[in-house]
Structure formats: C-alpha cells, structure tokens
C-alpha cells in the first residue's frame, strides 16, 4: 500500500509532469489527436485474475475468459491517468489475458482457460493479442507483462510440489538434468529470449510511433527459501527450501534479466517491480505478502479446488502464487510513472 504522504507526494509529481507535458505540445496538437492510446498486453499478472471485480462482468455475453479485472494494475493506473491526465486524457485498451505466452501476442491465437463460469462447450479462442489491441501507427503507448508461462512457470511450480513431496525429489536436477523429451532451464531462458525479440520486433512494426514498456515480474519468492513453511499451503507448502532458491536464482530472476536485456535492446524502457516487492513474497504474513501461495485469499467467484489442490478446506481459494490487491498497487505505482514519463518524451 503507498503510504498517504508518499501518494501526495507522487500526485504532486505527476501534475508537474502533465503541467509540463501540456507546455511542450505544439499549437493546435490537441485538435489532431485529443487523447492518447494506451494499449496493455500480457498475461495473468497484468489481466489480474481474482483480484477486483471481473471485466467483463460475470454473465456479460462479451466475457472471453481472459480474466481481467478492475483490481489489476492496468485499471489502477487508468483511474490515476483519469485523475490526473498527462496533458490530455488516456485511452486504455486492456486485451490482457490469463495464461498468455509471449507467442499469443504477436504469432499464435489463444484459447482461455477460465475456470470461472466457462460456457458448455469451453471458451472460444481468441486472436492475437496485437490484433486485438488494433495497435497501429496512432498507438502512443504500450505496456507488455508476459513471459511466465512461456516456460511455463506454472508448470514448473506443480512440478517443484510434485518432487517436494518425495523424498528425494528435486526440481532443479529436474530441470537442469532434464529427461527426455523436456528442456532444461537453459534451453527454456535461450527460447524464451528468441521468442521475445521476435515479439517485440511484431509490436514495434504493429506500432512503429508508440513507446514500448515491458514490465518484469515481483519477488513471489524470498530471499532465503528457508522462510518458507513447508507445512502451509498459504505459502509454497511442500516445496524444498533448496528449490524455492533455485526458482528464485535460476528461474524467476534470470527471466526479468532476459525481459529486461531485450527491451534494453530494442530501446525501449524495462519496469523493475522486482527490487520494490523484495520482502513481500509468497512465505511472508498474511498482511506483509503481496502475492499470495498455492492457497490465498482471493474474491468469492475465484474456485477453490484446481486438481489435486482443495484451498477450500482452509477457507482459501487457489491462487497458486499470484499477486493480491497490494502487489498490483505497488505495480501500478511503477507503471503509471513509466507511463507518464514515455507521454512526456514522446
């Protein structure tokens, strides 16, 4: 949460900003373009998932199952921008969706996998999320958080459960001796690394006047994985210490520093929510952690079985390590400034 004298602080900021924005435009701008156009990619870290009231509504016949909702950052930065607009006012288009990979944004539809009110015969796939976002050439701004599943980490999670709960089990020899037939954390970062030139070379042919952001992803895991409770499923129940160490070293860190190496590349501007979120991880307190564990809190539509995983006999929901309302607050904190800075420069 920002603390109130930090928000007026902020605020105050961001009025110098749009005041000085407002200054540089050129005499008879705003009759040619009377607002910007923000466009917010990604996946389930930007679309939000259980946290907020669901966008689409619940029963609205436009839901995709892409589940999006008012509380992730892209609509907290929205209310900011409203505010307190940058000049002019900003449009946001917000095509985030659940599970998306790096390749649904530019190269492959996605098909949604919802679990929250899905239609009889399964969601329906949707197009890219480029296309969906119409970017063109009077898009002013784009915002990208994706990645995670391309490897998948969602996958790798379950996996860190699976061999946590033998004795001898490691998902780091898993993944760094892999078996046949799957790659190895090395293999996974050099094609994850492939993938995002690709895509963000799509995004800038798609968009060539617009600036670029990427946003990395949180500490959803501690600095020292012996602070993890093994016994609790509100944090990352069963898996290893050593594991959880590994994911953060080996997996979860190298990734931002590939996602941020490649924007760095394009020259575009790379949003570190990682260093801010250090101490907020999955194994914190309920009141200190701002991503929840395998079982967390989370709205009343969100299920409470996935699989093998019953939250509900804890009174929780299956969040399988997610950020809650105050990680998206301090993520949208982060991205509203990049946001303002990349409208003052363009």
């Known amino acids: 949460m920002r603390h109130p004298v930090s928000r007026l602080r902020f605020r105050a900021l961001t009025v110098g900003l749009a005041l000085a924005a407002s200054a540089l435009l050129p005499a008879g701008s705003a009759s040619a373009a009377d607002q910007y156009e923000w466009a917010a990619l990604g996946d389930s870290y ?24 008012s509380g992730a950052y892209p609509g907290l930065v929205q209310q900011e921008l409203e505010e307190f607009p940058p000049g002019k006012p900003v449009h946001l288009t917000n095509v985030s969706c659940g599970n998306a990979t790096i390749k649904n944004i530019a190269n492959e539809r996605q098909t949604p996998i919802s679990p929250v009110q899905p239609p009889a015969g399964g969601w329906t796939a949707v197009d890219t999320q480029i296309k969906r976002a119409g970017l063109n050439e009077n898009t ?12 998948p980490f969602g996958g790798m999670l379950l996996k860190c459960l699976e061999e946590g709960a033998s004795l001898t089990g490691s998902c780091r020899e898993y993944y760094t001796n892999p078996p046949e037939g ?15 030139i690709e895509m963000l070379a799509q995004v800038h042919q798609a968009a060539p006047n617009a600036k670029v952001i990427t946003v990395g992803y949180p500490a959803v895991l501690p600095e020292d994985g012996s602070a993890c409770n093994r ?14 160490d590994w ?33 907020h991880d999955a194994c914190q307190p309920a009141e200190e952690k701002w991503v929840e564990g395998i079982c967390g809190n989370a709205a009343d539509y969100w299920p ?5 995983l019953h939250c509900g006999l804890l009174g929780k929901r299956v969040t399988l390590v997610h950020p809650n309302a105050a990680g998206y607050q301090n993520t949208a904190a982060h991205v509203e400034r990049a946001i303002r800075i990349a409208l003052l420069d363009s």
């Open 46 to 69: 930007t679309a939000g998932g259980f946290v907020g009231d669901p966008l689409p509504a619940l029963g609205d016949p436009a839901r995709d199952g892409c589940d999006r909702t």
């Open 182 to 196: 799957e790659e190895s954390i090395q293999e996974k970062l050099a094609r994850i690394q492939d993938e995002y």
């Open 140 to 151: 002013d701004v784009i915002t990208i958080g994706v990645g995670g599943n391309s490897l």
């Open 231 to 244: 016994l609790a499923l509100t944090e990352l129940s069963v898996i290893k210490h050593a594991d959880v």
């Open 247 to 279: 994911l953060r070293d080996d997996v979860l860190k190298r990734l931002n520093t590939t996602i941020k190496t490649v924007t760095d590349f394009f020259g575009d501007r790379y949003v570190d929510v990682y260093s801010s979120s250090v101490g």
């Open 304 to 308: 409470t079985t996935y699989g093998k």
